[in-house]
């Protein structure tokens, strides 16, 4: 699993961008989440996610919100 958290959500496509913990930028689709809607995700949120080749490049998959400590 990768950590990191979402730099950019384009809502009217669907889709948007992580920063991991490398530095590297990893698109996800709202199809890719888990136990999460897509309008409920917000920009600077800690996720983990599993990243899998595609044609255009690296694609984060199971992408899940990490809760904030309490």
């Known amino acids: 699993m990768h950590t990191g958290k979402i730099k950019k959500l384009v809502r009217d496509r669907g889709f948007g961008f992580i920063s991991d913990t490398d530095g590297r930028e990893v698109f996800f689709h709202q199809s890719s989440l888990l136990d999460a809607k897509f309008d409920v995700l917000n920009e600077e949120q800690d996720v983990e ?3 899998e080749k595609s044609p255009k ?3 984060a ?6 809760a904030a400590a309490a």
């Open 61 to 66: 998959i199971n992408v899940r919100i990490i």
């Open 49 to 51: 996610f599993d990243v």
């Open 57 to 59: 490049g690296p694609r």
